[in-house]
């Protein structure tokens, strides 16, 4: 069958795997774009950006939302991936039905 890559538990273990990523991306990408304090450590602050700056905290806020988007870029990365998977398994689904 053309177009097949992997079998049915692959596939099945990439729509899991595209599921958990998007949904604990999408989460992490609006917890960061919201500035959370509790992500700080997560956030690639160095000591020039607090000290040299004017406006330190306008600083870090753009540092939080350079992050939460390329949160949001690997959360689209992970629906692609979940794509491909459910499209793997449809044709998983249909060479079981065909008679050769």
Same mark, same amino acid.
């Given at each position: 069958?053309?177009?097949?890559?992997?079998?049915?538990?692959? !596939? !099945?273990?990439?729509? @899991?795997?595209?599921?958990?990523?998007?949904?604990?991306?999408?989460?992490?990408?609006?917890?960061?774009?919201?500035?959370? !304090?509790?992500?700080?450590?997560?956030?690639? @602050?160095?000591? +020039?950006?607090?000290?040299?700056?004017?406006?330190?905290?306008?600083?870090?806020?753009?540092? *939080?939302?350079? @992050?939460? *988007?390329?949160?949001?870029?690997?959360? !689209?990365?992970?629906?692609?991936?979940?794509?491909?998977?459910?499209?793997?398994?449809?044709?998983?689904?249909?060479? +079981? *039905?065909?008679?050769?």
């Amino acid at each position: 069958m053309r177009g097949l890559i992997c079998g049915p538990k692959l !596939a !099945a273990c990439g729509i @899991v795997l595209g599921t958990w990523g998007v949904i604990m991306l999408a989460m992490l990408g609006i917890f960061f774009t919201t500035h959370s !304090a509790v992500l700080i450590e997560d956030v690639p @602050v160095t000591d +020039e950006d607090i000290h040299q700056d004017t406006n330190p905290p306008q600083r870090i806020y753009d540092l *939080y939302n350079k @992050v939460g *988007y390329n949160c949001f870029i690997a959360a !689209a990365m992970y629906i692609l991936f979940g794509a491909f998977s459910c499209c793997q398994m449809r044709l998983n689904k249909q060479k +079981e *039905y065909l008679v050769h």
